[in-house]
């Protein structure tokens, strides 16, 4: 950047002597000194211009490099900073919960206009900025209009609900995300709508009048269709029929062997698609023909299929909320969420709580060469927690030190892996005796003047969050939140670990465990310690004739490599790079 005094004085700039005398000189002179004015004022325009688009670096008590204007500790170790890979679907996504995220209007609703106001805190487009947590990609939960406060209802698909903003916002929101280079995926729920969509309404009138010509009299699943194998039935009001409904009686299924139901789904897919969206979560993957896992994966192959036509390029993720055996069949056509991973009795937890690294690698090495055999391109999509589940920060802790570990294991990793929103500052919510899920949804802690509000039937102690909020955390370099924004900073720095090739590693007779990457000429390998002590291993005994260095180590402790010796910390994890 070009610096300039300020106290510069046009008057004092000293023109070479071009042999002028007289008039002429003076003229010459007076010329090109406006001339040089007009550059010079115009290059100081372009430096304060400049300088207003990155806040000053400044220093704590302690010597952290802070940004001046938040005061968030800004991470710029030369190993931290970011490859030029391009990550193509393997990114770290961010799921929000709209409703409870941020609020633009103050009331009490988060909103697309709040999330877009909180884009910089996800990424700030800017890899060299030291900031920001750096996601890769945001996954909203259903938007659309609907009578509920989670929006798996949908009474209208081409509407944005009115609590949430506009269809305008959304557009914005989608511009705003690809500027930071953020993938942005809506979750389209097209198992069920809600019974206050009209298509229900006038599937409803065509059976009570019993009129089999009218478009709608198939419109959804009644009982006597045996493409379903649910027991969740409700009647018409005013017939003797019964409809399906898996999740709740106000929620009907729709008929996917109406040929009409499958072109209106494409078209509302193909809407969002052309309006930029990358792609789509799909809810409830399995209920498409409940029961019967083989048609339904029939249908999501014909139906993202048909989206590739247009968008090859989409990337799309299915709830497929089963064991991997009945997961597999849908590895064809789409993604898959883990579940086998996830929760609190997940492979992930039971592995940072001093589990063996090694019983997770090789489930991961054999599951990446499963969901393979099926496609080629498909990727691993863990996860802790969602929506649905308890919040991971009630049974993964900071001072135990799991709660760092967990977050090692799945963002240390292949694939794409999936932060529920909070996760990252350690936000609590648990469903509890109220057997609710909206204390699992609960406002996120800013800890500034925004409005947003626990969802309806909330019923958490919010006391129990104790982990503090995100202006708290992004000044303490030992937060949770800054924890998690150097582990995507050390993600990003070595790609291999996200796109590469994956290899376990067997340790014999230690718990510490992990794994090797090659991609694009690049190689390293990253070893878990989960236990509460140092573990010294020989690599030479399971990675013979190579020689490697310590790149970067995060957790509780460090690493070292004496020749071919790897000392890990208790609760610590390592990448180590081939030479």
Known sequence: MLKLSRDISFHDLKLPDNGMTGMAAFLYNKTMKRYLSVLILIALLISIVSCSKSNT?????????????????????????PSDTK???NRIFYEIFVGSFSDSDGDGKGDLKGIINRLDYLNDGDPYSGKSLGIEGIWLTPIFRSPSYHKYDVTNYEEIDSSFGTMDDLKTLIEECHKRGISII?????????????????FSNARRSEDTSDPYYDYYTVESDSSSKSSQYAYISGTTVRYECNFSSDMPELNYDNEAVREEMLKIAEKY???????FRFDAGKYIYYGNNAKCAEFWEWYIGKLKEKHPDIYTVCEVWDSDSIALPYATSTECFNFTVSGAEGLITATAKKGNVNTYTSYVEKYISSIREKNENRIYVPFISNHDMDRSAGYNTMAGGTAQMAANLYILGPGSPFIYYGEEIGLKGTRGTANTDANRRL????????????PTGTTYDSSKQTNGTVADQLRNPESMYNYYKKLIMLRKANPEIACGSYTALYFEGIKLGGFVSEYNGGKVCVIHNTSGSDVTVDLNDVLPGESLYVKSYIGLGEASLADTVLTVSGQTSAILRFN
């Not at 008590?61 to 030369?78: M, Q, R, V, W």
């Not at 406002?443 to 626990?454: F, H, P, Q, R, S």
């Open 57 to 81: 670096i400044v220093y704590d008590d302690n010597g952290n490099p802070i940004d001046s204007e938040s005061g968030e500790i800004l991470f710029l170790d030369d190993d931290l900073k």
């Open 87 to 89: 990550l193509d679907k």
């Open 186 to 202: 809506l979750d389209l729920v097209i198992n069920h709508t809600s019974t206050s969509n009209l298509w229900f309404t006038k």
């Open 273 to 279: 698609l052309d309006m930029g969206v990358d792609g």
């Open 443 to 454: 406002a996120m802690l800013w800890g500034d003047d925004d409005k947003v509000e626990d």
